[in-house]
């Protein structure tokens, strides 16, 4: 069964600090994404890992993706407010027997609640 | 915005009660998945329609059901409503069958009283 870990579950950040959200996953797959929410609201996809080594940055948020060590890694860079939501990664179940080796549903963890004070 | 839509944006409803929550991907997109999003079991991948046959089925109950029409879109019909199915329902959508970002609906929020 595959499992994806986030950790911490809760982050309280300071303004202007820096800090890193992680996530484990349990079996194979190539390609992670990483999604926001904000309370009461949709998810809003913020990036997709394709392959080991993988980086992506996008304003004070960088992904980045080690398939061998099955972790992804997000990092804040001078936390604002404005990033205060809950982030979760996710992964899609490969099975070899499927179109393109992926089955397609994503397996998520449980979220990553950050909160940014002044 | 992320041009996927569902109806209605939130349901109250009694226990042993039947609901039908609606969803219309984004323009194009051929793959639809339903998730469950509750506190105690965090988002759950339901089933997955592609070009309007099922491809995947997850933790979906055997009182769930779900469907997508010729023109797409897709329905999400839950019976013999518990209080356990108290949850956010979100439908997602991808252009293609595997392999590609889901882009999420704003979901339907469903109350069993």
């Known amino acids: 069964e595959l499992k994806v870990e986030q950790n911490p579950l809760f982050l309280s950040m300071q303004e202007g600090k820096n800090y890193t959200i992680y996530c484990n996953y349990s079996t194979t797959s190539d390609r992670l ?13 913020l ?10 940055q996008e304003g ?3 992904a980045s993706l080690d398939t061998k060590a099955r972790l992804s890694t997000l990092h804040i860079t001078a936390a604002v407010h404005d990033l205060s939501a809950t982030y979760f990664c996710a992964v899609d179940i490969i099975t070899g027997l499927n179109y393109g080796g992926s089955q397609g549903n994503l397996i998520f963890g449980k ?4 909160s940014v004070k002044p | 915005d992320s041009g996927v839509t569902q109806t209605p944006k939130h349901l109250i409803t009694a226990t042993g009660q039947r609901v039908t929550l609606r969803c219309s991907p984004r323009s194009g997109d051929l793959s639809v998945y339903w998730y469950q999003q509750s506190l105690d079991q965090g988002l759950q991948f339901l089933i997955h329609y592609y070009n309007g046959e099922e491809r995947a089925k997850g933790n979906i109950l ?13 329905e999400l019909n839950l019976s013999s409503l518990e209080l356990g199915d108290s949850a956010l329902y979100f439908c ?20 069993v009283l």
């Open chain 1, 60 to 62: 004070r948020l960088m």
């Open chain 1, 111 to 114: 979220g990553t609640k950050l």
């Open chain 1, 33 to 45: 994404y990483w999604y926001r929410q904000d309370p009461g609201k949709s998810l809003e996809s």
């Open chain 1, 47 to 56: 990036f997709v890992l394709l392959s080991n080594g993988a980086v992506k």
């Open chain 2, 92 to 111: 997602a959508s991808s252009r293609r069958l595997y392999q590609e970002t889901q882009y999420f609906g704003p979901g339907t929020r469903l109350l």
């Open chain 2, 62 to 74: 055997e009182r769930f059901s779900a469907q997508q029409f010729p023109d797409l879109h897709s």
